[in-house]
């Protein structure tokens, strides 16, 4: 299954180091080393097996828009199904984005009219910690104003935290078609096991695709541990890969919990969260081992 | 504070700044962090309590000749007022364009060394100071094991440790064993077995990953500080600056005397953490085999454990 996604903004947003990081297990600080992209970079990247994206990461200097505009108008906007539109929050010239930005609009309003659209206000770690919800709120207001009409869903990133991994996580699962089947299973597992929590992540790329919580109202856990979660085991496996070692699975515990981290389906890993003190170690190992088979009876080509 | 963020968070130091560094009960030492263009002269007494010296040098920063003349400058001074300093040189920003390859590295290092002694000949009585040198980065590593180097001078009862460490390893038939603190990442100690850089950082990033694990699940959850600083990071952001420097005190919080992680890896190594004693964690490499045997594993690491506990009591509270 191909689906066709447009990486746009303006020139020097982060589009390649957002991609970059994702799909191509860069490190943050390795994209201070990319160069501009020229034109438009074709890449394929496999997603939980059979989904492929085809990812059209759009350069954004002012030359390429007029042949985006112009030239190349319905190659690029025809058939899409996701765009992704990238802000640079310290812009110097936010009237000529948005000039860009509403261009996009119009040329995908005409040759994709189904296409979702994810808008993504970028750098925000340049921001004040104390500031970047006002701002934030801010320029969601003007993007809406520029929308079009069309529906949008906005969100503040950084590649030097976990928001990369939220938004991203939540643009890809919108491709996933029996996802909410895959919920349903993954809640009676949370149940049986007597687990806090269960956290399904893309094998490659570590991005959250489904989770279930039980009980969460008295826990009060913070509300983008998944996403930090990616980020910790995404970073922890690059390491691995220095020493050629791959990650295979882990096990953290304190006096208040244990967690558990493991290879699962073929496409995924799992995280299972037990804090009741009951349960044994080796109890949980086994039904995850049980849900495995399960998991990839049910869900072997998704 | 992670390397990114000293880009755009550091001012220059202007005054020397004291630390104490007590995380641990094993290695405690107090850090003076002086300012670059600091006038030695009128500081003198500053080296008396000294016992050692770690000088920071920007490998980025050609020609070293004014740096390196004012290095050979503070240990003439240094060695005068304590004969037994130990100095360290840290050839820092070993990173980027300039260094690409080992080798530039190391012809770095050797310029540094050659230039160093050529100033010491031109001082009396340098001739016996051992001086040391690092090729280090704040974005590797490399700082945080040359550091450690440098802490572990400083631990009184390193070779006991040591010889803990070696019996340790050789019962388990273990490849490695690292005690650490848990709060800095460096290591007090290892056994005898060489020390190979991969490694050693696997067993630092398993740290980390232990620590933000147990700072997102092994918190006091019904605790109403704990709600608190929720609320207030989605409210008006208020004092954001501080919230975060409450994280990272309460994520230390988190280790606890069960605190218990493993990893396995694809080729047959499994990393093992070990509460050892607050703030220290006992970190182990060691064949999947081996650790198939893990009550064993955990009943040696329990004598370990007694022997440091009984070593701390001894030396009694600093
Ligand atoms: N501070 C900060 N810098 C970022 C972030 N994301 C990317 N950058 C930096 O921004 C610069 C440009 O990134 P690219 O990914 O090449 O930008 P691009 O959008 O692909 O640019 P074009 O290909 O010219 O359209 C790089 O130096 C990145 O390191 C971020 O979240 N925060
Ligand atoms: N490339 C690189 N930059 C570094 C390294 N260590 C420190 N820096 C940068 O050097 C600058 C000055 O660092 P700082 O610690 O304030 O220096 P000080 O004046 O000696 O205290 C900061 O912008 C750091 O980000 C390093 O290993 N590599
Ligand atoms: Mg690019």
């Known amino acids: 299954m191909k689906k066709k996604v447009l990486l746009m903004g303006k020139a020097h947003s982060g589009k390649t180091s957002m991609r970059s990081i994702i799909f191509a297990n860069y490190l943050a600080r390795d994209t201070m080393r990319l160069s501009p992209t020229l034109d438009v970079e074709h890449h394929h990247v496999r997603f939980l097996g059979n989904l492929v994206l085809n990812l059209w990461d759009c350069g954004g200097q002012d030359a390429f828009y007029e042949s985006y505009f112009e030239r190349d108008r319905e190659t690029i906007f025809r058939s899409v199904e996701l765009l992704i539109y990238v802000f640079d929050i310290e812009s110097d010239n936010p009237e000529k984005d948005f000039d860009h930005f509403s261009g996009v609009l119009e040329a995908i309003e005409e040759n994709s009219p189904d296409a979702r659209i994810f808008v993504l206000v970028h750098k925000m770690d340049l921001v004040h910690e104390d500031e970047r919800d006002v701002i934030f709120e801010d320029r969601q207001r003007i993007i809406q104003a520029h929308s079009r009409g069309l529906s949008l869903q906005c969100f503040a990133t950084s590649i030097w935290d976990e928001t990369l991994y939220k938004a991203w996580s939540e643009i890809v699962t919108n491709l996933i078609p029996n996802i909410q089947l895959l919920k349903t299973h993954l809640d009676d597992f949370c149940r049986i096991s007597d687990a806090d929590e269960v956290v399904l992540f893309e094998r490659a790329t570590f991005l959250v695709i489904a989770h279930t919580s039980q009980n969460a109202a008295q826990h009060n856990f913070d509300a983008h541990r998944f996403e930090k979660i990616s980020n910790i085991v995404k970073q922890f496996k690059l390491s691995c890969g220095k020493t050629q070692a791959g990650f295979q699975g882990m096990e953290v515990k304190n006096s208040l919990f244990s967690a558990f981290i493991d290879a699962f389906t073929e496409n995924t890993y799992i995280m299972v969260i037990v804090s009741d003190p009951q349960i044994e170690t080796a109890a949980t190992l086994i039904n995850i081992k049980n849900a495995r088979e399960h998991f990839e009876k049910n869900f072997a080509r998704s | ?318």
């Open chain 2, 1 to 318: 504070m992670s390397p990114h963020e000293t880009l755009f968070r550091l001012e220059s130091t202007p005054t020397p700044q004291h630390l104490i560094v007590d995380t641990n009960r094993l290695s405690q030492f107090e850090l003076i962090d002086f300012p670059g263009d600091w006038d030695e002269a009128s500081n003198n007494p500053i080296f008396l309590g000294l016992s050692c010296f770690v000088f920071v040098l920007d490998a980025q920063d050609e020609p070293y000749d004014l740096v390196l003349s004012y290095l050979t400058n503070l240990i003439s001074k240094a060695t005068k007022v304590n004969p037994r300093i130990h100095v360290h040189v840290f050839i820092n920003k070993v990173d980027g364009e300039l260094f690409l390859s080992e080798e530039a590295k190391y012809d770095c290092r050797r310029d540094i060394v050659s230039l160093v002694q050529e100033e010491m000949e031109t001082f009396q009585g340098l001739d016996n100071v051992n001086v040391e040198y690092y090729l280090t980065s704040i974005y590797d590593h490399s700082v945080y094991e040359s550091f450690s180097k440098v802490v572990q001078k400083l631990v009184p009862a390193l070779n006991t440790i040591e010889s803990l460490l070696n019996v340790l390893v050789e019962r388990n038939g273990m490849e490695k064993a690292f005690l650490f603190d848990v709060a800095s990442k460096l290591y007090i100690s290892t056994d005898s077995n060489p020390v190979d850089a991969a490694g050693y950082e696997l067993c630092s990033d398993m740290i980390d990953v232990v620590l933000d694990v147990s700072g997102i699940y092994g918190g006091r959850h019904n605790s109403d500080s704990n709600r608190e600083i929720d609320d207030c990071s989605k409210g008006e952001g208020e004092g954001g600056e501080q919230d975060k420097s409450v994280t990272e005190e309460e994520k230390n919080g988190y280790y606890d005397s069960e605190s218990c992680a493993a990893i396995h890896l694809s080729n047959g190594i499994v990393l093992y953490l070990k509460e050892v004693e607050s703030m220290l964690a006992l970190v182990c490499l060691t064949r999947e085999e081996s650790f198939g045997r893990r009550g064993l594993v955990d009943y040696n690491i329990g004598v370990f454990k007694e022997a440091i506990k009984k070593m701390i009591e001894v030396a009694g509270p600093k």
